[in-house]
């Protein structure tokens, strides 16, 4: 028998990834793309059936934030009436749904509020959790102006999959978005935890039309206090915040201008995805700028094609058209629901999700969960159909009903 060798699975991931493009392009129903993706997906991460290699929890352990962003996906932070302030989980509740985690087989863990430094008792009981055991990857996002306060618990577990700190702008760019001296706090965060050997700090920044010409200055400045990683995105309207935010694909080249002139230390992502940015995806595509020469791949649960644009520093396109979400895992929201992982906290009607871990277990969810990954997968590949035919797709209620 002829085992294929690890460049033919390579090669075999990357030519799959580019037939839904040409698939798409060509005619193929969605419906019968996502069921194609579907099978290969199940095949590649869990042939047996059960829990993929890889399955994460998303951690919303409050739905409190001591900044007020324009671009923020929650709807309670632009409506207060909103804010989840009763019925929260306790710090023995987030204990059992993390060993419960554990014990299911959920090995990547990201810890996220709205700002998890606003709740340490629950942000750092879940970290010693997860520090105890091996082979877990455990990431946390943070605005930043708080580590200061807490890093003398922060370093006691300095082994971040990603540490990541928001910026989105530099300096007065920053602070227009995030509020008068939020930047130098942040910043001062960044050094903290630079000084303490924290691994993997990373820089996330979202791309909008007021801030993307200050990227680079923000990109050397934040290299010299200690940055390793940064990843771009794009922004995304929602019915709660400013509609003209909307992403379109000159953002994308503004973004691609202003890393002209960047520090060669930096390891730098562009992230392109097809459920947020179907139409950037698309007509990048289209124009030949996301094409297989050259191309590499992730294969972790997060699938993605990587198009290299620079080795010095290192610049990459990280574009993912195998959606993965529910059947990779879902988010824990404060209350115990259960949610996709952005989609039901831009909407309040939303916000009870599918299931709620006070009255199912872990893995109960995860088996609703994954029942909801087929009409997202539907959902997914109907908005970027659209996007390669040209059709310009907003925004979306739910991905699920």
């Given at each position: 028998m002829m085992i294929a060798s690890e460049r033919d699975i390579y090669r075999e991931h990357l030519d799959f990834q580019f037939s839904i493009f040409e698939s798409l392009i060509n005619g193929e129903h969605h419906l019968e793309v996502a069921e194609r993706s579907r099978d290969y997906i199940q095949e590649l991460y869990a042939p047996g059936g059960g829990l993929p290699y890889g399955a994460e929890l998303g951690l919303s352990v409050n739905d409190l934030c001591n900044l007020t962003c324009d671009h923020c996906f929650y709807a309670s932070t632009h409506d207060k009436s909103l804010i989840q302030r009763e019925g929260l989980l306790t710090t023995e509740e987030w204990k059992r749904i993390i060993n419960e985690g554990l014990e299911f087989g959920i090995t990547h863990f990201n810890i996220v509020g709205k700002e998890p430094l606003l709740s340490p008792e629950i942000t750092f009981l879940i970290l010693d959790l997860l520090a105890e055991k091996n082979g877990i990857k455990y990431e946390i996002i943070t605005n930043g102006t708080l580590i200061e306060r807490h890093i003398d618990r922060i370093k006691?577990?300095?082994?971040?999959?990603?540490?990541?700190?928001?910026?989105?702008?530099?300096?007065?760019?920053?602070?227009?978005i995030r509020g008068e001296g939020n930047y130098i706090k942040s910043r001062r965060g960044l050094e903290a935890i630079s000084?303490?050997?924290i691994k993997n700090r990373t820089i996330i920044f979202t791309a909008m039309p007021e801030n993307i010409d200050s990227l680079d200055c923000m990109l050397k400045d934040l290299s010299e206090a200690g940055a390793e990683y940064?990843?771009?995105?794009?922004?995304?309207?929602?019915?709660?915040?400013?509609k003209e935010l909307i992403s379109k694909l000159d953002a994308y080249y503004r973004v691609i201008d202003k890393l002209q002139s960047v520090p060669k230390e930096l390891d730098i992502t562009i992230g392109v995805l097809a459920d947020e940015?179907?139409?950037?995806?698309?007509?990048?595509?289209?124009?030949?700028?996301?094409?297989?020469?050259g191309a590499a791949v992730t294969q972790d649960l997060a699938p993605a094609i990587i198009i290299p644009l620079s080795e010095s520093p290192r610049i990459a396109?990280?574009?993912?058209?195998?959606?993965?979400?529910?059947?990779?895992?879902?988010?824990?929201?404060?209350?115990?629901?259960?949610?996709?992982?952005?989609?039901?906290?831009?909407?309040?009607?939303?916000?009870n999700g599918f299931r709620n871990l006070r009255q199912h277990s872990v893995a109960e969810v995860y088996q609703k969960s994954k029942e909801l990954w087929v009409p997202y997968t539907?959902?997914?590949?109907?908005?970027?159909?659209?996007?390669?035919?040209?059709?310009?797709?907003?925004?979306?209620?739910?991905?699920?009903n």
């Open positions: 006691q577990h300095p082994d971040f999959y990603f540490f990541s700190i928001s910026f989105d702008g530099y300096r007065e760019f920053h602070d227009k000084k303490a050997g940064a990843s771009i995105g794009f922004c995304y309207p929602t019915p709660h915040n400013r940015h179907a139409n950037i995806l698309a007509e990048l595509y289209k124009r030949g700028e996301i094409n297989i020469t396109i990280s574009c993912t058209v195998l959606p993965t979400m529910f059947m990779s895992g879902y988010r824990i929201d404060c209350t115990g629901a259960a949610l996709d992982y952005c989609n039901d906290l831009r909407r309040s009607e939303s916000r539907e959902k997914y590949y109907d908005r970027l159909s659209k996007a390669l035919k040209g059709e310009m797709v907003g925004t979306l209620d739910r991905w699920y």
